[in-house]
């Protein structure tokens, strides 16, 4: 993946540096955007979180752990933990005062039930035309061609049930190891048949800083091992909220004209996660909780902060929709 396009004076210098040798980091680079939409910062923060992924064509590897671009992240991470406490304060007052192992899965099931908030997929099964179902799936590519990738990072950081129970979800993830099953090929299948560009990160130049940002929460919570809790409640979140999007997802790309290689990447999720949604509330978080129960208030923020940001990212997309304006005012 080329290095992006900076968006602000930190992305700037970031790129510039890492277009050399590894070396000290040089001036103030404090991000100082918003900490949820601020574009230099979510920018900055995926272009250092990509060197423990897949890297950027031409940056020398060794940049992953130079001490003054970790504490750049450092920094950048703070900003964004704290926007992201901000924006999901108003669930806490919902959460029971005791939470313990048997009762995590119940409280999951709670949160990812209610469906109050924008209905993108709604939006996408019945009204959407081919260019904004092109402009969603280019938003979702960003995570879907490194689908499972961040949540893997837990698997060593867990021993026991839970970790058996991850590792159950992640195998279907990955096809069973089986390429053309990987959902992250199913995807490119997907995008190829609605003439998308299938080059990993070919996107990143063009999404905004929300699309980014649900993106940076995973590497968020998955590259820090403390933080391995919030990122289990994340991925229960995302796949207890996911059968009947993806139903509207494959229908609506039906609707369009998608054929059934274009829709399979939609059709398999309808079936894999119906299952996926109780082995991760019962048998992932609730095994970890039970292992670890001071935990358990933090796998919910990691589920919170799930919903509330794909749930901000949706009512930006949807907006733009509705006021006849693209999302990617970018994309060609």
């Not at 992640?170 to 190829?192: C, N």
């Not at 980014?212 to 998955?222: I, Q, V, W």
Request: with cysteine; charged share 25%; hydrophobic share 40%.
């Amino acid at each position: 993946m080329k290095l992006p396009t900076p968006r602000g004076p930190v992305s700037a210098a970031l790129v510039s540096a890492l277009a050399g040798a590894p070396r000290e980091l040089s001036g103030d680079l404090t991000p100082d955007d918003d900490p949820l939409t601020g574009e230099d910062l979510q920018l900055s923060l995926f272009v250092m979180y990509e060197l423990a992924y897949r890297g950027w064509d031409g940056v020398d590897d060794r940049w992953e752990w130079e001490p003054s671009l970790i504490r750049l992240r450092t920094a950048a991470e703070e900003r964004f933990e704290a926007g992201l406490r901000a924006l999901v304060a108003p669930y806490d007052d919902r959460l029971p005062d005791v939470i313990d192992a048997r009762g995590i899965a119940r409280t999951l099931v709670a949160m990812t039930g209610d469906d109050s908030g924008p209905s993108l997929s709604g939006y996408l099964r019945g009204r959407a035309t081919l260019a904004q179902f092109r402009e969603f799936a280019a938003h979702r590519s960003v995570y879907h061609l490194r689908e499972a990738d961040p949540h893997t990072f837990a698997i060593p950081r867990l021993g026991g049930a839970a970790k058996a129970a991850l590792i159950e979800i992640q195998i279907d993830e990955y096809g069973s190891g089986r390429v053309h099953r990987m959902h992250q090929e199913l995807f490119k299948a997907t995008m190829t048949g609605l003439g998308l560009d299938t080059t990993y990160g070919a996107y990143v130049d063009v999404v905004p800083a929300l699309t980014l940002a649900t993106n940076n929460l995973m590497s968020l919570f998955g590259l820090h091992r403390r933080r391995r809790g919030a990122l289990l409640g994340h991925l229960a979140a995302y796949e207890m909220t996911s059968t009947g999007p993806n139903r509207a997802y494959g229908n609506g790309l039906r609707r369009l004209g998608g054929d059934a290689d274009a829709t399979r990447f939609y059709d398999e999720h309808v079936e894999a996660d119906a299952v996926h949604e109780q082995v991760a509330a019962y048998d992932m978080c609730g095994a970890f909780c039970a292992a670890e129960p001071e935990r358990a208030a933090e796998v919910l923020f990691g589920a919170r902060c799930a919903l509330a940001l794909d749930g901000l990212w949706a009512s930006a997309v949807l907006s733009s929709w509705e006021r006849g304006e693209s999302s990617l005012p970018g994309l060609v």
